[in-house]
């Protein structure tokens, strides 16, 4: 029989929302309660890297994370290969003298080899650059002939978060209108040019496994949270508007403010779930009081915001304001002298 191999290679950074993702309006489809804003991160810190192939030899899909096999029977993966399959068009390799009809994509298989190039145990997120990198590398192996912003669609069934790691610099998850998801998808506002002598420092405060997963605890506050109701109808709405403003601008001291007030609502939320979601710890409340302190005494403030774990991601306006923040840090949260600086956890004492 045939013994050929295609493969493509596909590498995507992980995002940091800086207006909040929180709730679902539609569990299966993934479509969430408001519009959401991030930033995509630097490729070379916090990216994964994922290769796909197809051969006629392959039996079944197949993934490994890590170098680990992991199982692909879940809903998510199994919508995000199903939608891409679906748009999958003709592929010739001339070179290799295979092709790929159309049709025959529905009984080939691919293997998956995706590689973090950051701590999964981190807690930071790691499905929102994975989901996108799988979308992005089965799109360029089946010959998808959609834009980016349909890709996110798909990458956003595998993970919401993932649809706004399509792009890089400032991108925008529109929540969309249609029952069917397909008007919920990440746009750019700008690009990594347009505002890149930003610095962001991500202060690991414990490396546990956090205790609450993002889609059981976005479930619970939609079933249980008054105040997330309110935050997606009143409050979010405007505060896209006036984020969209302060990036357009580059306007620091109106961002600092918008990123901060919508991660502290974001935790309000948590807090207001029944039971109550606790995703911050003492220490990354003793960031914050820091950071508010520093940011009263001075005119160059720093944006702090917390996803659905402890860690700290902090935003500094340019290179001087992220060197006088790391001094700070190392000041008030002092290294053990024996640990490596590279894995230095702030509050973990264990
Ligand atoms: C965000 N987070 O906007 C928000 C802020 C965490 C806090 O998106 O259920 O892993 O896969 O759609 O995308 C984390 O939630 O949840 C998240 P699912 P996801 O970045």
Request: glycine fraction near 6%; proline fraction near 3%.
């Amino acid at each position: 029989g045939e013994t050929w191999v295609l493969m493509k290679t596909a590498q995507t950074p992980t995002n940091i929302a800086v207006i909040k993702y929180w709730g679902k309006r539609d569990e299966s489809l993934i479509l969430p309660v408001n519009d959401s804003i991030s930033v995509t991160l630097d490729p070379a810190h916090l990216c994964t890297t994922t290769t796909v192939a197809v051969s006629p030899v392959f039996q079944q899909d197949r993934m490994w994370l890590n170098g680990k096999e992991i199982s692909l029977s879940g809903g998510r993966f199994q919508s995000c290969l199903r939608e891409i399959r679906r748009r999958a068009s003709e592929v010739e390799d001339k070179e290799k003298g295979v092709k790929i009809e159309k049709k025959d994509w529905e009984k080939l298989h691919v293997h998956i080899a995706s590689y973090n190039n950051f701590p999964t145990a981190a807690g930071l997120a790691s499905s929102a650059a994975g989901f996108a990198c799988l979308v992005f590398a089965l799109a360029k192996l089946m010959n998808v002939k959609e834009d980016e912003s349909q890709l996110s669609a798909i990458a956003r069934q595998g993970s919401g978060s993932a649809c706004r790691s399509l792009f890089g610099g400032f991108v925008k998850w529109i929540m969309g209108k249609e029952e069917d998801g397909s008007d919920s998808v990440a746009v750019q506002l700008v690009d990594e040019k347009h505002w890149d002598d930003l610095f962001i420092v991500i202060a690991v405060v414990s490396s546990r496994q956090k205790e609450t997963s993002s889609t059981s605890g976005m479930r619970e506050s939609v079933e249980t949270s008054l105040l997330l109701q309110h935050r997606a109808k009143e409050v979010v709405p405007k505060r896209i508007l006036k984020m969209e403003e302060a990036i357009k601008n580059h306007s620091f001291e109106s961002f600092a403010q918008l990123t901060c007030a919508d991660s502290n609502q974001f935790h309000a939320v948590c807090l207001d779930t029944c039971p109550p979601i606790f995703y911050m710890n003492d220490t990354s409340h003793r960031i914050i009081s820091y950071v508010e302190k520093w940011n009263r005494s001075e005119g160059s403030p720093v944006a702090y915001t917390f996803d659905a774990g402890p860690n700290a991601v902090l935003i500094a306006r340019n290179r001087k304001a992220a060197a006088q923040l790391l001094q700070r840090l190392l000041f008030y949260f002092p290294p053990k002298s024996d640990i490596d600086l590279d894995s230095y956890v702030i509050g973990d004492k264990s």
